[in-house]
C-alpha cells in the first residue's frame, strides 16, 4: 500500500457510512466534510463526512484512490495485493489471505417509509399538514399498537424518515407524550444500510427504570380510579390525589420519581411538573393525555367520555378553581402548536378530531 494516506473507516450504529446526504439520527450529526486529503503529497478528493469531531469515508474510495481492492461478497473483504475492481476475484470459491471483516447479522431497507397497516385512514385527514404526515403517523401508531410484542423493535419495526430541518419538530411532539413511558428516537442496531437512510426514523415507547418504584406507589390510586364509572370522574380523581402531592411554586422541582413517593409533606413544583405528573397518572389509568405550552405555561388535554378537554392541574392547586375538563383553555394561554396538537388527537384516539 502506498504511503503518506491515513484513514478511519468507522462505523455508525453497526453500518458502515459509504455515503448519504445531511442528517441528524441517533443524537449525531452527519453532513459533509471539508476535510482536506493527501496521497503521497499530492491532493486528492474524497466524499468525506464529519461525525462527532472524526471524518469518515467510503472504504472503496480509499481503495480506488490508493490502489487496493475492496469489494462485496457476503462481507467486506480487502485485498492489498491486488489492484482495485470492486468486485471479487473472477472464479473466488473461498476467502482471500486477508481476513474479512464479520457479514452483519441485520436486515436491509428499500423503502422511506414502512408499517404492516395504513392507520391514517381512520384518522381526520386534516391534521396531516407539514412533517405531520400519514407515513409519520402510520410509524407511531403501529409502534403504539405493537408495544410489548415481538413486533415492536428490529426488522418488524415500523418506521419512516425525519429530514434534520424537521427533526426537532418531531422530537418536542413526542416529548409531549412521555408520561408513564419514554418516547424516543430509535435506530435498530441491526440495520444493515443505515448509511444509505440517515433520516431512518422509529420510535421507541419504553418505562424508564426509576419510574418503577414510582408505579408501584401509585397502583392503590389507580385501583381506586378504576372503580369509578366515567372517565371525567377518574380524571377529577386524579387531578385532586396530584393536588395533594405537589404545591405550586414555579421554581419548584417535583419529578416523577419524587413525586410519586413517600414524603411527609407536599413537595413544591412547577406548572410543567404538574403537567408531567398528570400524564404518569392518566397513562397509567388509560386515559389518553398529552401536554400544551405557552412560552411560559404547561397543562394537559385528556380524552374523556368521547371529547379532547383541557386540564390545568396547577392552576387547579394555586387558584383552588376547576380549571378542569374545559372544552377550551383560559383565554390568554395560546398552544404554540396547534398542528401537533391536532397530530396528537389523532395519533392516540384516531378520528376523535372528525
Known sequence: MKRGFTFIAGMLMGAALFGGGTAYAAGLMAEPSSQTFYVDGRQIQLQAYAIGGSNYVKLRDVGQTVGFNVYWDGAVYIDTTAPYTGTAPAGQTSAPATTPAPAQSGYTISTGHWSREDFSRQANPAVFTGVYDRD??????????????????????????????????????????DGLYRYEHYVPQNLSNYYEYLDYFAVSVQMPDDYLAAYDFIQPAIAAVNRLGTDREKVKYLNDYLCGLLAYNRKGIAGIARTFSQHSAELEAACGDYAHNFKFLC???????????????SWNMVYADGQWLHVDVSANDLYRRDYILLAGTVSDRTDQAPEATAFLKELLVPGSTK
Open 283 to 297: 397513562a397509567a389509568a388509560n386515559i389518553p393525555c398529552f401536554t400544551i405550552s405557552t412560552a411560559n405555561h
Open 136 to 177: 409519520l403517523y402510520n410509524a407511531i401508531r403501529q409502534t403504539l399498537t405493537d408495544m410489548g410484542t415481538d413486533n415492536s423493535a428490529g426488522d418488524r419495526c415500523a418506521y419512516t424518515m425525519v429530514s434534520k430541518e424537521d427533526y426537532g419538530a418531531v422530537k418536542r411532539m413526542l416529548g409531549r407524550l
